[in-house]
């Protein structure tokens, strides 16, 4: 069996494969609680993975959020969650603690790789990928191999391109990130004040989530409208961001907001009139498992080491 662990910063999720099938023989949930560190979490995760596991285990599959070094299995940078990361040997552990071999990724680089081997940008050896969340995380593939540089950040850092170097700080210590306007974490306040307007569909929406003011606005509420309006605005300039420095033949965009199709047809027309597409206008992909894919893309990887 082998066995991804995804480290997000709400959830932990933790699937069971067996072989190359991309279908997970069991998945489970746990709450991440990131803001007390990744070894609370890895401690939790072990005992999920004792409860199903049947004998010695494979290989094993980290992703977490940050910069992550893939060949020493370590993280490198990561901000305002699992702050521990950067002190784990996450090979030792998983020698010590399960006696296989480890992979270890970025989420948003798993995700792409995912999506490109068995989800929905299969058969594209030049993609980037925008995940929508409470930040906004992007990655980037050209001819088939997933763009690293010499840090390990080349393309993970999308939502983090300057889009205003006048404009609000970011959780990153910079000014003006795309992630301080487009984030979850943002529009979810931004929605909070649009309470005032007791006229707002908003208004009566508790708990408040994106999904709600997605609902909203596709029920034509204008106050929905100008707050989604504007963030959408912002991921297509991500999208735009990331077409001009990988030039990509697809872009897949993945996270809660894309199961809205207007939302993804709201995108693809403002990239559109964007311009500078000279040979046209790269395909628009829609991750099905949002849930799996960071899964999917660790799967990949197992199996790639497996072969190595
Ligand atoms: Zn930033």
């Not at 002190?87 to 948003?108: H, P």
Request: charged share 25%; hydrophobic share 40%; aromatic share 8%.
């Amino acid at each position: 069996m082998k066995i991804a662990i995804d480290f997000g910063g709400t959830a932990v999720k933790i699937s069971g494969y067996k072989g190359e099938d991309f279908n997970p023989l069991w998945f489970e949930t746990i709450p991440a609680h990131s803001e007390q560190g990744i070894r609370q979490a890895m401690e939790r995760a072990e005992q999920v993975i004792d409860a199903h596991r049947t004998g010695q285990l494979e290989c094993l599959g980290i992703a977490t959020p940050g910069i992550v070094d893939s060949k020493a299995c370590r993280v490198t940078c990561i901000n305002n969650k699992y702050e521990d990361a950067l002190d784990i040997d996450f090979r030792a552990w998983c020698k010590e603690r399960f006696g296989c071999g480890l992979v270890m990724s970025n989420d948003a680089n798993a995700a792409l790789v995912g999506e490109v081997a068995y989800g929905c940008a299969q058969g594209f050896e030049n993609c980037v990928l925008v995940i929508i969340g409470t930040g906004v995380g992007t990655a980037a593939m050209m001819d088939g191999k997933l763009v690293r540089g010499k840090h390990n950040q080349a393309g993970i850092l999308g939502g983090h391109f300057i889009v205003n170097p006048f404009g609000r700080g970011c959780t990153c210590g910079a000014v003006g990130c795309l992630e301080a306007y487009a984030g979850s974490r943002e529009i979810l306040y931004q929605a909070e004040a649009e309470r005032d307007h007791v006229t707002s569909a908003i208004y009566r929406e508790r708990p408040l989530t994106m999904k709600g003011i997605a609902r909203c606005w596709e029920n034509g509420d204008r106050y929905a409208a100008r707050i989604l309006e504007t963030a959408i605005g912002y991921y297509a300039a991500a999208a735009v961001n990331m077409i001009r420095a990988y030039d990509p033949e697809c872009v897949v965009l993945s996270g809660g907001l894309t199961n809205s199709r207007f939302i993804v047809q709201e995108i693809e027309q403002i990239v559109r009139r964007q311009g500078w597409l000279p040979w046209g206008v790269p395909v628009f992909r829609h991750a099905e498992r949002t849930d799996l894919s960071v899964s999917m893309g660790l799967l990949k990887e197992m199996c790639d080491y497996e072969r190595d």
